[in-house]
């Protein structure tokens, strides 16, 4: 059966994004969630800010090929060995979308007080142009943007389930994103993939 699937590309000043809002259809995109939400090595991490460390208000775990190291809002991680699962999405994007991809932070969201502040995706592990794809499972949430130097430009995209989101690679030069608190919403699971090219083997 050939399925048709939308796909929205946005030319900003300094960046595109592509959203496919129906990567995977709503059967497949929740039995991942489910699966992937019980089953996933999930931590709350620790950040430190001004001398303090403070748990990061969501959960998160790292996985990726095997010797992959990423440091994130200070704190190191180890790439836990794919998933089966995992694996069979990055497969997905590999074949459909041409990207490169050897490893996945997932976010868990686990209601709408869980979120992320302003930060880009510019960690020198992932080198001068890095792509991130984000598949998006469970409650829908807006990601926000905004330009570094243009006051005027900010907008919000939402994440429906089941929908990728590829940031393009200077995106991350010229913008911020966060993921702001929602009142009354259902947990979200995030997965992130990257390409991590200058790693420490180790
Ligand atoms: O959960 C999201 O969609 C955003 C996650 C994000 O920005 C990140 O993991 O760096
Ligand atoms: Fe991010």
Not at 47 to 61: D, F, M, T
């Amino acid at each position: 059966m050939s399925r048709k699937s939308t796909l929205r590309i946005e030319c900003l000043p300094d960046g595109a994004l592509i959203y496919i809002p129906d990567f995977l259809v709503p059967a497949q995109a929740s039995s991942y969630f489910d699966q992937l939400r019980q089953s996933l090595a999930w931590e709350q991490s620790e950040i430190r800010l001004y001398g303090k460390s403070h748990k990061i208000p969501r959960l998160n775990a790292w996985y990726g090929e095997p010797g992959i190291h990423y440091r994130y809002s200070g704190t190191d991680f180890t790439a836990i060995p794919w998933t089966a699962e995992l694996a069979s999405i990055r497969d997905r994007l590999v074949d459909e979308y041409d990207l490169t991809l050897n490893s996945v932070l997932a976010n868990y969201y686990r209601d709408g007080q869980d979120a992320m502040g302003w930060h880009a995706d510019n960690e020198p592990e992932l080198g001068a142009a890095p792509v991130i794809a984000t598949v998006s499972l469970g409650a829908k949430r807006t990601l926000r943007l905004r330009h570094n130097r243009r006051e005027q430009a900010s907008f919000g995209v939402d994440l429906a389930p089941g929908s990728l989101l590829i940031m393009g690679p200077s995106l991350q030069g010229a913008w911020q994103h966060s993921l702001p608190r929602r009142v009354n919403t259902g947990p979200r699971v995030s997965l992130t993939f990257r390409q991590v090219v200058h790693s420490r083997t180790s």
